[in-house]
Antibody, heavy 127, light 109 residues
Framework: QVQLQESGPGLVKPSQTLSLTCTVS??????????WSWIRQPPGKGLEWIGY???????YYNPSLKSRVTISVDTSKNQFSLKLSSVTAADTAVYYC???????????????????WGQGTLVTVSS | EIVLTQSPGTLSLSPGERATLSCRAS???????LAWYQQKPGQAPRLLIY???SRATGIPDRFSGSGSGTDFTLTISRLEPEDFAVYYC??????????FGPGTKVDIK
């Protein structure tokens, strides 16, 4: 059973770069049947998709965040990471990582959902 | 970008009652790419339904999804105490974008 776990600083100063890592266990991040994604949720608000990465390193980002986001993958560590630059208080949120089925799932009829999710990590932007 | 609208914003019901949640898209969505999630306070969202109508592993059969095009529905046939939560719909569509609806809160009447 695949599990995902986010890690990283819980407090980031304004204008600095937020950095988080998602560690995948119970399965290989190099499986060609999945994207690996980041999603965030400001306190008391809804869900916002940030972006995804394929094991090969190809990425796609939410246009609203694209200029500040970088997602990378380290297949040797079975991890993928998020960097969000020039953060402000508006970036305060719980950040989740999640797996997205593609490829063979799409051939089977449906795909592009998020499952499983990590437990989430709260990142507060404050001086 | 496809915008998802969920209604109602809050649904107040009693255990045992039927809950009907709506998700409407600003343009047509492939049923293959429409999912529903349940989120309880302090927890990550949990996948309930994928492909508009397929239940995820371990999801009770009181949860069902339906719809096509721009209108999708999540139905909980008989609410159990553990079903009171926030529910989100999500789609994947044009320009390789994922979007979520704003959520429907199902609370105890």
């Amino acid at each position: 059973q695949v599990q995902l776990q986010e890690s990283g600083p819980g407090l980031v100063k304004p204008s600095q770069t937020l950095s988080l890592t998602c560690t995948v266990s119970g399965g290989s991040i190099s499986s060609g049947d999945y994207y690996w994604s980041w999603i965030r949720q400001p306190p008391g608000k809804g869900l916002e998709w940030i972006g995804y990465i394929y094991y090969s390193g190809s990425t796609y980002y939410n246009p609203s965040l694209k200029s500040r986001v970088t997602i990378s993958v380290d297949t040797s560590k079975n991890q993928f990471s998020l960097k969000l630059s020039s953060v402000t208080a508006a970036d305060t949120a719980v950040y989740y990582c999640a797996r997205v089925p593609i490829g063979g799932y799409c051939s089977g009829g449906s795909c592009y959902w998020f499952d499983p999710w990590g437990q989430g990590t709260l990142v507060t932007v404050s001086s | 970008e496809i915008v998802l609208t969920q209604s109602p914003g809050t649904l107040s019901l009693s255990p045992g009652e039927r809950a009907t949640l709506s998700c409407r898209a600003s343009q047509s969505v492939s049923s293959s790419y429409l999912a529903w999630y349940q989120q309880k306070p302090g927890q990550a969202p949990r996948l309930l339904i994928y492909g508009a109508s397929s239940r995820a592993t371990g999801i009770p059969d009181r949860f069902s999804g339906s719809g096509s095009g721009t209108d999708f529905t999540l139905t909980i046939s008989r609410l159990e105490p553990e079903d009171f939560a926030v529910y989100y719909c999500q789609q994947y569509g044009s320009s390789s974008l994922f979007t979520f609806g704003p959520g429907t809160k199902v609370d105890i009447k």
